[in-house]
T-cell receptor, first 111, second 113 residues
């Protein structure tokens, strides 16, 4: 299967702490995207990092990509209760093509 | 502007019936995708339309599943002779290929009794 793997499967932290989620994949990619999902419905796009990029920032989010290890990480700094959600990485193997999703990390941020 | 919309939000049907799920992509987006999310299988790709090219149907689980996209805009996913294992949330996404980011709709929750 080309599907990526994420760890941890679940993460529980206190407000103000940082949360780190990891994603690994199996074959060469065009880009890797991170999504957030609340309550099992629509996914919200967070950030896209291309295969020739190593790090990207967006607000409190920091994403790294290591193509030699076929892995990515998502760091959420100074977490808030509103960050509680499931987080998915998804890999694209060609431009504009389908996404292959990981199993997700369920993040719980306690106030 | 308006995002991706899907209808219905929820659908309950009896085993053996046909269902149609609708997706309205973001205006101007040339690419449209269908995914399925279920407890056992996670998020799975189903089918992808790009402009006038032949769709990528490689993710459709059986020949009971089909989809069309009319006029390069609205798409309908049809499931014939539904089975209980078809119960899932069906998600639609669209993208401007140049951007590659996929924007998802709220999904249709399908329950087959």
């Amino acid at each position: 299967s080309q599907q990526g793997e994420e760890d941890p499967q679940a993460l529980s932290i206190q407000e103000g702490e940082n949360a780190t989620m990891n994603c690994s994949y199996k074959t060469s990619i065009n880009n890797l995207q991170w999504y957030r999902q609340n309550s099992g419905r629509g996914l919200v796009h967070l950030i896209l990092i291309r295969s020739n990029e190593r790090e990207k920032h967006s607000g409190r989010l920091r994403v790294t990509l290591d193509t030699s290890k076929k892995s990515s990480s998502l760091l959420i700094t100074a977490s808030r209760a509103a960050d509680t959600a499931s987080y998915f990485c998804a890999t694209a193997y060609n431009q504009g093509g389908k996404l292959i999703f990981g199993q997700g990390t369920e993040l719980s941020v306690k106030p | 502007g308006a995002g991706v919309s899907q209808s219905p939000s929820n659908k309950v049907t009896e085993k053996g019936k046909d269902v149609e799920l609708r997706c309205d992509p973001i205006s101007g987006h040339t690419a449209l995708y269908w995914y399925r999310q279920s407890l056992g299988q996670g998020l799975e790709f189903l089918i992808y339309f790009q402009g006038n090219s032949a769709p990528d149907k490689s993710g459709l689980p059986s020949d009971r599943f089909s989809a069309e996209r009319t006029g390069g805009s609205v798409s309908t996913l049809t499931i014939q002779r539904t089975q209980q294992e078809d119960s899932a949330v069906y998600l639609c996404a669209s993208s401007s290929v140049i951007q590659e980011t996929q924007y998802f709709g709220p999904g249709t929750r399908l329950l087959v009794l």
